[in-house]
């Protein structure tokens, strides 16, 4: 797989503030600009992982196995027809984000029993 070009942007920004770091420390060991700069970096790394874990897509059968209670196929599926779970479509069938979550929802049978 390839990495995005977005993603290999953006790791090569972070790579020249390592950089950077790297030659003002070779300078002066206690620069506060360098501990400015490698701060930066360390979250423009933190923020690129977070984006590339968010725009990864997975088929049911990979999300509902990465869950801590795997969860079958066919669960997965169903979640995603009532609503439950947010998908895309793909080329043969469902992709669900990695990091989706399922969002219940209060049916009308669901009242009838509990009188709310």
């Not at 390839?2 to 420390?25: I, M, N, S």
């Not at 979250?43 to 509902?64: K, S, V, Y």
């Not at 169903?78 to 895309?88: F, K, P, Q």
């Not at 669900?96 to 049978?109: D, F, I, T």
């Amino acid at each position: 797989m390839t990495t995005p070009l977005w993603k290999a942007h953006f790791e090569t920004e972070a790579d020249k503030l390592e950089t950077e770091v790297e030659h003002r420390r070779e300078v002066t060991a206690h620069d506060p600009v360098a501990a400015g700069i490698e701060w930066a970096a360390k979250r423009l790394r933190r923020a690129i992982d977070q984006l590339d874990n968010e725009l990864q897509f997975l088929t049911p059968a990979q999300w509902g196995a990465m869950q801590p209670k795997r969860i079958p196929e066919q669960t997965v599926r169903r979640w995603i027809r009532n609503g439950e779970l947010e998908s895309i479509p793909g080329p043969r069938g469902s992709l669900v984000p990695r990091g989706a979550l399922r969002v219940r929802r209060v049916g009308a049978s669901h009242l009838a029993l509990t009188g709310s």
